[in-house]
């Protein structure tokens, strides 16, 4: 598997513990700002796909 195949699925698992993590904070009172990290991980997972498909159609040709 390729490191742009790879990372689409770790990004995804990182950007969920993140997430889950922020909203028990704003639960429980901790914190007072919500950052955007599930648009920034949909971000990321876009890019990576992006990347994945530009590697994938030139190192295959």
């Known amino acids: 598997m390729c490191m742009f195949c790879a990372s ?5 698992a990182v950007g969920a513990k993140l ?10 009172g ?9 648009a920034l991980t949909g971000g990321v997972i876009l890019l990576l ?3 994945s498909v530009v ?3 030139v190192t295959n040709s």
């Not at 689409?8 to 995804?12: E, L």
């Not at 997430?19 to 429980?28: E, G, S, T, V």
């Open 49 to 51: 796909v992006i990347g």
């Open 55 to 57: 590697y994938h159609t």
């Open 8 to 12: 689409i699925p770790a990004a995804g």
């Open 19 to 28: 997430n889950a993590d922020q909203k028990r904070k704003l639960a429980r």
């Open 30 to 38: 901790e914190t007072q700002t919500e950052k955007p990290i599930a």
